[in-house]
């Protein structure tokens, strides 16, 4: 999530990178939604579908979404 969040952030950086030493930061429009979506195709999850079925499932038997009663 910190790699997606911080390629997102860049968004914004990236419209004006040619100009990046002459505007002024006020001028950098803020992050905004696009910038997220921009980013799905580029950045890689970190972690193994394998290994997020097994949270899952654990999750399933042990965590919050536990059908066993306690």
Known sequence: MFHFAKEAAYGP????????EKIPEEKIRPIKFKDFTNVLSTVKPTVLKSELDSYLEWDKNFGCHSTHSS
């Open 13 to 20: 950086l990236r419209d004006v990178i040619n100009d990046i």
